[in-house]
């Protein structure tokens, strides 16, 4: 099987502009997590989807939202792009909440 | 707070050595645990997993232990190698529930030559 895929894989923005990435999941996996990476906070959940439908959300403002398919691919919008929304995005999917998580690569987001 | 939290942030160990790295649960409740590995650049990857039912469980080179009276979870690697080189999460989870999983901050292992 193929493994969790992210697009794009690096980008750089600036202050103020959006920005959308994507997801696709390992197949038959129904639950895709979303993460926010940076050295100084680690590994933060920010939501996860199943079946299109948001079932957890982590503290992040309402800047970050996501969305997911029919299809069990997911994106993530981050919209008036902050200085410290630089980090590494990284996406995780899964056949349950609960189960066992398969991370991707990664985003990594650089905004000037 | 997090509620799974790291002894040691950094671990130096000689190649051929055998590697620990210890995480600390808070979340009584919790009982599905996850060790990942990460290596720079990429995302984490799946190493080995724990239920609470168990208390030890091994895999290629690797155990997790796992003792719930005091809370505390780790990874043995045998024979430490080069490749081994990267960070290390814990993460944890209540399995009967519909949570995320809650991660640690994550152990560097440096493995020296």
């Known amino acids: 099987k193929a493994g969790v895929t992210q697009t794009p894989r690096y980008l750089i923005k600036t202050r103020g502009q959006q920005v959308t990435l994507s997801c696709s999941p390992i197949?038959?996996?129904?639950?895709v997590s979303w993460y926010q990476q940076t050295p100084g906070q680690g590994l933060q959940f920010l939501f996860e989807y199943f079946s299109e439908t948001q079932r957890n959300k982590g503290n992040f403002p309402g800047r970050f939202s996501g969305r997911q398919f029919s299809n069990s691919r997911s994106e993530m919008n981050v919209s008036t792009l902050e200085l410290g929304d630089s980090a590494l995005y990284l996406c995780?999917?899964?056949?349950?909440?609960?189960?066992?998580?398969?991370f991707g690569p990664g985003t990594r987001l650089l905004v000037l | 707070g997090e509620s799974v939290g790291l002894h040691l942030p950094t671990l130096s160990v000689q190649e051929g050595d055998n590697s620990i790295i210890n995480c600390a649960y808070s979340n009584s409740a919790s009982d599905y645990f996850i060790w990942y590995k990460q290596e720079s650049g990429k995302g984490p990857q799946f190493i080995i997993d724990i239920r609470s039912n168990m208390d030890k469980r091994q895999g290629q080179r690797v155990t997790v232990l796992l003792n719930k009276t005091v809370k505390h979870l780790s990874l043995q690697i045998a024979a430490t190698q080069p490749g081994d080189s990267a960070v290390y999460f814990c993460?944890?989870?209540?399995?009967?529930?519909?949570?995320?999983?809650?991660f640690g901050k994550g152990t560097r292992l440096s493995v020296i030559a």
């Open positions: 993460a944890e989870n209540i399995n009967s529930g519909n949570t995320p999983l809650v």
């Open positions: 197949s038959g996996h129904r639950s």
């Open positions: 995780a999917s899964s056949t349950g909440t609960a189960e066992t998580q398969y």
